[in-house]
């Protein structure tokens, strides 16, 4: 990690502010899981979920009407047991599909890398 350089003390507060609230975010779900009989490191429940994917299809009908779609890629099986174990559905926020009549500009979707 390198350091953070911040010039003013209201980035520095909200740097830490951020910053303690991810360490508690991490700690819930660790322990949370270790209720469950599950015991990850944070490293590991990272590389377990890092292969689901939430994609962005986007395509042009023939009336130039701009269509994105937002898909989940579905839970493996490890995953699966992580998101129950939390209490929380494998695909939150679901798939999403938004139109834009008349699109004049190219739309970008970002490929991840």
Request: proline share 3%; hydrophobic share 35%; aromatic share 6%.
């Amino acid at each position: 990690m390198r350091p953070i350089y911040h010039h003013k003390e209201s980035r520095v507060t909200g740097h830490l502010f951020i910053t303690l609230i991810a360490y508690h975010l991490v700690h819930t779900i660790r322990y949370q899981l270790k209720t469950k009989g599950m015991h990850y490191s944070w490293q590991s429940i990272r590389d377990l979920m890092s292969s689901q994917r939430r994609i962005t299809l986007s395509m042009r009908t023939k009336e130039e009407e701009q269509i994105h779609l937002r898909m989940t890629s579905r839970a493996e099986a490890h995953q699966q047991r992580i998101y129950e174990a939390l209490g929380i559905a494998s695909d939150p926020i679901g798939n999403r599909k938004m139109s834009i009549e008349n699109a004049k500009t190219k739309s970008v979707v970002p490929t991840g890398s």
